[in-house]
């Protein structure tokens, strides 16, 4: 098993890319343009301050991408880089994967994301064979919870306080696919 992913053109104005060092200086700029806007309910913002940080982040997505554990993508819109979206990491021993995304600001309310997630969906189950695809979002982030019900994927659970935000805890709702049950919305 494996993967080989550049470019997933998912119609006439959203693409997914993987993630290179060229990307530096624009993702950064739209990081730290979005900053407060991200910072509600992404637990990195703090750790990512200078374009140098970027370049760590997209060194390390290039490992992790090259030893087949995770990969992450830009959103492009029109071919202006809108938000990042990826698997965390490919458990391929059990055939599963979790998408984790985020956008900016300006980018929300378009589709965009629910496009995304459907591609990138598609994509574990018919290009990498994987059974089950989870998405994990924050109880309190209803824009982030309804991309997965749109796409009909099924709420599992809540795992309470599953990750530190900042100075306090989240709890994460749970939403999962698998392969037998995705139409490819």
Not at 74 to 87: C, P, Y
Not at 138 to 161: D, M, V, W, Y
Request: contains cysteine; glycine residues 6%.
């Amino acid at each position: 098993m494996g993967f080989t992913f550049s470019t997933l053109h998912i119609d006439n104005e959203l693409e997914l890319r993987l993630l290179d060092e060229s990307d530096a200086e624009p993702l950064f700029r739209l990081v730290d343009e979005n900053r407060k806007h991200l910072r509600e309910w992404l637990p990195w913002l703090d750790h990512n301050t200078r374009v140098e940080d970027t370049m760590q982040f997209l060194h390390s997505c290039r490992v992790q991408y090259d030893n087949q554990i995770c990969f992450n993508a830009s959103i492009r819109h029109n071919g202006a880089i809108a938000g990042v979206i990826g698997f965390h990491p490919i458990d391929w021993q059990n055939r599963s994967a979790m998408i984790g995304y985020w956008i900016a600001k300006q980018y929300e309310g378009k589709g965009m994301m629910t496009r995304a997630c459907s591609a990138l969906t598609t994509y574990a189950f018919k290009n990498l064979s994987l059974n089950r695809v989870d998405i994990r979002c924050a109880t309190g982030n209803a824009r982030s919870c309804a991309i997965p019900k749109r796409l009909g994927f099924r709420f599992e659970g809540t795992l309470r306080q599953a990750e530190w935000l900042y100075d306090h805890f989240v709890d994460l709702h749970v939403y999962s696919m698998l392969a037998k049950d995705w139409s490819g919305t």
